[in-house]
């Protein structure tokens, strides 16, 4: 708890004012985080009309938050990995599932739904680890269209 009260700039006496324990900051961290990203893909990914435009416009809207919340993002990918604070169903990667099982259905694509979550998860977080490591320097509105091209190639 010192650790972090001094990367925030608090006193530790003010961390335990809203938090008991380590463990509940990684609660709430890990669930204002995927709450946040569930909230975009309802907005966003969601009423998009077709299968095709639902996945361009989930790369975008994954890349996007990776690239401007690299923290939240970092931890998220990381973290949730390690362990399940939360319900398999919270999670954002199984709202996305549930994109690609629909389409799957549907006949939409013929691409096994965990394939497709899989093209699409691990593409957009290599590129931020890429990104994260300065091998790329690319600008980001071309990263994006690139990176949403590819996984469009890819799942279609």
Same mark, same amino acid.
């Given at each position: 708890?010192?650790?972090?009260?001094?990367?925030?700039?608090?006193?530790?006496?003010?961390?335990?004012?809203?938090?008991?324990?380590?463990?509940?900051?990684?609660?709430?961290?890990?669930?204002?985080?995927?709450?946040?990203?569930?909230?975009?893909?309802?907005?966003?990914? @969601? #009423?998009?009309?077709?299968?095709?435009?639902?996945?361009?416009? @989930?790369?975008?809207?994954?890349?996007?938050?990776?690239?401007?919340? #690299?923290?939240?993002?970092?931890?998220?990918?990381?973290?949730?990995?390690?362990?399940?604070?939360?319900?398999?169903?919270?999670? #954002?990667?199984?709202?996305?599932?549930?994109?690609?099982?629909?389409?799957?259905?549907?006949?939409?694509?013929?691409?096994?739904?965990?394939?497709?979550?899989?093209?699409?998860?691990?593409?957009?977080?290599?590129?931020?680890?890429?990104?994260?490591?300065?091998?790329?320097?690319? #600008?980001?509105?071309?990263?994006?269209?690139?990176?949403?091209?590819?996984?469009?190639?890819?799942?279609?």
């Amino acid at each position: 708890m010192k650790d972090i009260a001094s990367e925030v700039g608090i006193t530790e006496g003010a961390i335990y004012r809203h938090f008991a324990s380590k463990e509940d900051i990684i609660r709430y961290l890990t669930k204002e985080i995927t709450e946040e990203l569930n909230r975009l893909i309802a907005v966003e990914v @969601l #009423p998009q009309k077709t299968f095709r435009e639902k996945v361009a416009r @989930l790369v975008e809207v994954l890349m996007g938050y990776a690239l401007t919340n #690299p923290d939240k993002f970092r931890y998220l990918t990381v973290y949730h990995i390690l362990r399940e604070e939360l319900s398999q169903e919270d999670l #954002p990667g199984r709202r996305i599932l549930e994109i690609f099982k629909t389409a799957y259905r549907e006949g939409d694509t013929d691409l096994i739904p965990e394939i497709a979550l899989s093209i699409v998860i691990g593409s957009v977080d290599r590129i931020f680890i890429l990104r994260e490591l300065g091998l790329t320097n690319v #600008p980001d509105r071309e990263l994006v269209e690139n990176l949403k091209n590819a996984v469009l190639k890819a799942v279609f």
